[in-house]
């Protein structure tokens, strides 16, 4: 395996978390670098690419940002049009309009859920507990 070496500059509060979070787990803070940068950033054949800058970007935020993006909704409307789509499937069936709406939904809806459990995965791996959002 070839191994790369770099020199990372970040904010003072991300690093203390880092240390954090390595101490908490007996390691060397560049191992807690790699383990969090590894699990962002899957490989690219895995991901749509803007699926893969979205969770690269998620590691970059601080805690505050995670818990909002956690407790984030789909949008209301857009689940109420994919629900109607759906029965309407199943009644009737779909033009070919109505079903490149619902795909184009679909996938809306399983990327927001990806996004939202990739801020639930680190918001685990720096220690939260999360069955705070289950009540929420």
Do not use: C
Not at 86 to 102: F, I, P, W, Y
């Amino acid at each position: 395996m070839i191994v790369q070496s770099i020199t990372v500059e970040m904010p003072a509060g991300l690093y203390d978390r880092l240390k954090r979070r390595a101490e908490q787990a007996d390691r060397s803070v560049e191992a807690e670098v790699l383990e969090t940068v590894a699990a962002a950033v899957p490989p690219d054949e895995e991901l749509p690419p803007d699926l893969v800058v979205a969770v690269a970007r998620l590691a970059t935020l601080d805690d505050a940002a995670l818990w909002q993006t956690a407790r984030s909704r789909f949008s209301e409307e857009k689940s109420m049009q994919l629900e109607a789509l759906h029965l309407q499937r199943q009644a009737t069936g779909l033009s070919q309009a109505e079903a490149q709406q619902a795909a184009v939904l679909a996938t809306e809806l399983e990327k927001f859920m990806f996004i939202r459990a990739q801020a639930m995965a680190l918001l685990m791996q720096r220690g939260y507990n999360l069955s705070t959002l289950a009540s929420g």
